[in-house]
């Protein structure tokens, strides 16, 4: 929602600027992130800093979701407005969710202000602001992940339960079982349809299309819409082994305890018609290549390629596909680099991240000093999921009481008690979460610098999907010419690579380097001056 501020909240004279404020859920908004909050303390400090707020930007929407509405009014307002350059916000993790976001705030040349940080940010902002910040978004975004992670972690367990852990597909309902949790079930319109679909298709009668129009006709339509379900949902459908009793999750098969449609006989015919029709050679890969998809080619910006030779040689190339066609291929597709001389320039590239353990110390120092905010915060939290907790416990063993002397039957006692169970399993995975979080969060930001200490070392040794992921967490805009490599550090390793090579220089020139050193404090432009 795009809020009006309040007409007191503007004053002659004073600079303009934008609020911002984001809860990632309506959960965390019961948590004590919540906007009214997260407002006052912006217009306060906006008061306090003789700023005018002429728009108010809040975005409320889950980790999962795929943008933030508001968020991106917010950018195209400061991209129409040049006058406004003041972004107000509560702290890292309220304005980036991810690395693209602070990417585009970067580039909007504006001063955000982290009101419950404490700190001003812009282009003429100090190095060492710079690369703390830049720590603070990889840890937002690290969180963003973990949640993400911790719900895969759920889905995975209910799938070795047995429970499908997602949405119910056509012909099934999401439902709550006796023991409260999630399950599915057969859809008594739908389920007999779908059952339909299967024997009329393993008889190798009848096409996607004309399956298609008889289900439309028997009214195979999906239930909120209305809308007739298109044949490439109903090719899905026919390939679903959910629709057997049995699944697949995360690549592993489980036997689900939902009530199956087809029989696993009729689902296997159903298979050998469909391929027999839409039969699809497979290649399946008998390399992995470390940089493959990597790089661009700096001369035809086509993708760079790998290839085997001999059997054993790893060769990359450009692939060369321009506009000249097949027959007459770029000249830079003839050239070829063996996959060890591009792993020698990677890892230099990477060494260029090293600094010493006196550096490590400082950063460690900084983020306990701003970890104060988090810690309370998440102490707040953790006390009031285990108040309501204990609250739930207590009106559980009372109406326990009170079935034991007749005062409520069994039935109303099983209904209120399974729900209040439910809601006290929510309740113990937030108290873990923050409980968690409070650890982690100075964690992964030294983990995260450490890994950039290690980053060379560690290259050496990872196999080839993990080298890839660690370049491309590092990395960007990565091009090849000729077997020359060109690449660009993503943030806050920009940073710290111009940082570490100005404290090399230092003291290759014979001065003492500490980490109260201008360096380290920011003043990287001083000596050129």
Not at 161 to 187: F, R
Not at 360 to 365: I, N, P
Not at 405 to 426: C, K, N, T
Request: charged share 30%; glycine share 6%.
């Amino acid at each position: 929602m795009k809020k009006k501020p309040d007409p007191l909240m503007v004053r002659d004279g004073a600079v303009k600027a934008l609020l911002y404020a984001r809860v990632s859920s309506k959960e965390q908004e019961k948590e004590g992130f919540s906007i009214p909050a997260q407002c006052k303390l912006l217009r306060d400090y906006a008061a306090q800093n003789h700023f005018t707020i002429v728009e108010e930007y809040i975005d409320i929407e889950t980790a999962k979701s795929s943008g933030r509405t508001n968020f991106g009014e917010m950018v195209k307002y400061f991209r129409k407005y040049p006058g406004v350059r003041v972004l107000l916000v509560e702290k890292t993790d309220r304005l980036y969710r991810n690395l693209k976001d602070w990417v585009t705030v970067d580039d909007l040349d504006i001063e955000v202000h982290l009101a419950k940080e404490g700190v001003v940010l812009s282009r003429d902002s100090r190095s060492s602001e710079k690369f703390m910040h830049g720590i603070k978004v990889l840890m937002a975004k690290n969180y963003i992940d973990n949640l993400s992670e911790e719900a895969r972690k759920g889905q995975l367990e209910k799938a070795e339960q047995g429970i499908w852990p997602s949405k119910a597909p056509l012909g099934y309902l999401n439902v709550t079982g006796k023991d409260g949790k999630k399950v599915i079930e057969p859809d008594p319109k739908l389920a007999p349809l779908v059952t339909k679909l299967f024997e009329w298709y393993a008889t190798g009668r009848h096409s996607l299309k004309s399956v298609a129009k008889e289900a439309l006709t028997l009214g195979l339509v999906y239930p909120k819409s209305g809308n007739p379900v298109p044949v490439s949902t109903l090719h899905t459908i026919l390939r679903n082994r959910l629709y057997t009793g049995q699944f697949q999750w995360n690549g592993k098969l489980h036997q689900g305890k939902h009530e199956p449609l087809v029989s696993v006989e009729l689902w296997e015919r159903v298979q050998g018609v469909l391929d027999g029709r839409h039969a699809t050679p497979l290649h399946p890969f008998r390399h992995e290549f470390a940089f493959s998809g990597l790089m661009t080619c700096t001369e035809c910006g086509c993708a760079v390629v790998a290839e085997v030779k001999k059997g054993k040689y790893v060769y990359y190339h450009c692939t060369g596909y321009t506009d000249k066609g097949a027959d007459d291929p770029a000249d830079c597709r003839r050239k070829y680099v063996r996959e060890e001389v591009l792993e020698e320039k990677f890892a230099a590239l990477l060494d260029r991240l090293h600094f010493d353990d006196e550096v490590l110390e400082w950063v460690r120092a900084a983020l306990k000093a701003s970890h104060a905010d988090e810690r309370r915060e998440h102490e707040q939290a953790l006390q009031r999921c285990e108040a309501e907790y204990k609250r739930l416990e207590d009106r559980i063993n009372a109406m326990y009481l009170d079935k034991l002397d007749g005062r409520i039957d069994a039935g109303f006692y099983d209904r209120m008690s399974a729900q209040w169970r439910v809601e006290q399993s929510r309740l113990m995975r937030n108290i873990e979460r923050h409980r968690e979080a409070e650890q982690s969060y100075m964690e992964d930001g030294v983990r995260l610098l450490e890994l950039a200490q290690s980053a060379s070392r560690l290259f050496a040794k990872q196999a080839p999907h993990e080298r890839k992921r660690l370049l491309n967490f590092v990395l960007s805009n990565c091009e090849w010419l000729r077997g020359e490599i060109t690449a660009t550090y993503r943030q806050p390793f920009d940073i710290l690579v111009e940082m570490t090579a100005v404290a090399a220089m230092e003291k290759a020139q014979g001065s003492e380097l500490s980490t109260g050193h201008p360096v380290w404090l920011g003043n990287l432009d001083s000596n050129q001056d």
